[in-house]
């Protein structure tokens, strides 16, 4: 939990400023977006080399990789790959395929290697991705271990999330990437956290099921049974910094703080802020000592995702009660998200096809749809 900084204080206000004038932080006009932004398949395509294959993305917690020599090998977007952390603590990430004949070095999942061996004709690679070791060496042939590492992928630690982009050889400056977001995603803290749970969960299109991330509105009417009973619905304050937002809804205990005198309130009991990486991740603060993690990656096709959802807890549960608390807070969100969000998102999925809507329209209280729209748009050149 967030001491009452002074930005605490100040997100307080602005959120009782809009309850007490039933209003929300607006964008400047409702913004029009065709339906092909949703639906056409070249479009999409460009997109997502544009946004997801050339940007950083975070794709794991820092704490996925505790100690030195334990990894992360996943699947993304059809780029197998693997992230481990070195003997130098550094983290690292290689493409899954042995510089042999391309064999998977190791199966999704996690664990602790020593170094890489791989299945197939067992090539030894060391944690820095250097080709050690050839099994019959010499009845192979001619082998320049030189230009037969492990192909690596840029990757970076910062806020306790590992960035990586997934094409070979396009780097990046995380610093500059992150800019004024990078103090917030730090204030999280995310390396503090104890890792409850994780799981994939499939969903609508990229964009569908990105934009329930990003807006209160739906909050009342999706969520009446499940996270909605815990904020006030259409109430959010926005910020950008770059292409990455910040979101701040209003708990519904929020008018106790209109009875406190300020030097008393812990504001950060009475919103919850999520904080949104352009363009996939989300970390949200639902309940006090939990926070959901989130990465939506697009499917092969314009009409599906998969959704990494990762539960935190303040700390590791160290009574029964404890751990109840939080298997309840992972099922809530697993139910708000699944149940709720994707079966929505179904529905409009299926209405993409109909050609019901020539257009949506996304509203002035839903700036950080807009403001994503327009990210995209201008990182894929997208009208
Ligand atoms: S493919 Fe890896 S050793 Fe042959
Ligand atoms: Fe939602």
Redesign the pocket.
Do not use: E, I, S
């Given at each position: 939990m967030n001491a009452a900084t002074p930005e605490a204080v100040a997100l307080a206000h602005r959120a009782l400023t809009h309850l007490r004038n039933k209003t929300t932080d607006q964008a400047a006009s409702t913004l029009t977006q065709p339906i092909e932004a949703y639906t056409d398949p070249v479009r999409f395509q460009r997109e997502v080399d544009a946004v997801f294959r050339r940007l950083p993305l975070a794709l794991a917690l820092s704490i996925e990789l505790p100690t030195p020599r334990t990894y992360r090998a996943m699947t993304v977007m059809d780029v197998p790959l693997v992230l481990i952390r070195g003997d130098d603590g550094r983290a690292r990430a290689f493409l899954n395929a042995?510089r042999?004949?391309?064999?998977a070095l190791c199966k999704d999942g996690q664990g602790r290697m020593d170094r890489f061996v791989?299945p197939?004709?067992?090539?030894q690679y060391d944690l820095q991705g250097q080709l050690t070791g050839l099994y019959g060496a010499s009845t192979f042939g001619e082998v320049d271990a030189r230009t037969h590492s492990l192909t690596e992928l840029h990757c970076e630690e910062r806020a306790g999330l590992l960035w990586v982009c997934l094409t070979p050889g396009v780097t990046f400056d995380i610093d500059h990437w992150l800019g004024d977001f990078a103090p917030h995603l730090e204030g999280l803290h995310l390396d503090n956290w104890h890792l409850h749970a994780q799981r994939d969960i499939p969903g609508p299109g990229w964009k569908v099921a990105w934009e329930g991330y990003l807006e209160a509105y739906h909050h009342n009417t999706v969520h009446v049974n499940t996270v909605g009973k815990f904020t006030i619905g259409n109430l959010s304050l926005h910020d950008t910094f770059g292409p990455h937002q910040r979101i701040v809804f209003g708990r519904r205990s929020l008018p106790e703080l209109l009875d406190q005198p300020e030097d008393r309130w812990q504001p950060d009991v009475h919103i919850r802020r999520i904080h949104l990486g352009f363009p996939n991740l989300a970390i949200s603060g639902v309940l006090g000592d939990h926070c959901l993690v989130s990465q939506v990656f697009p499917g092969p096709t314009p009409d599906t995702t998969v959704t990494r959802q990762t539960v935190l807890a303040a700390r590791a549960p160290t009574t029964e009660e404890e751990l109840k608390a939080t298997e309840a807070f992972s099922q809530i969100v697993l139910q708000a998200v699944r149940d709720e969000d994707y079966a929505i998102g179904a529905t409009v999925q299926a209405a993409l096809r109909t050609g019901a809507n020539p257009s949506f329209t996304i509203g002035r209280n839903e700036p950080a749809v807009q403001h994503f729209h327009r990210m995209v748009a201008r990182y894929a050149g997208s009208p």
């Open positions: 042995c042999h004949r391309g064999a791989c197939y004709h067992a090539w």
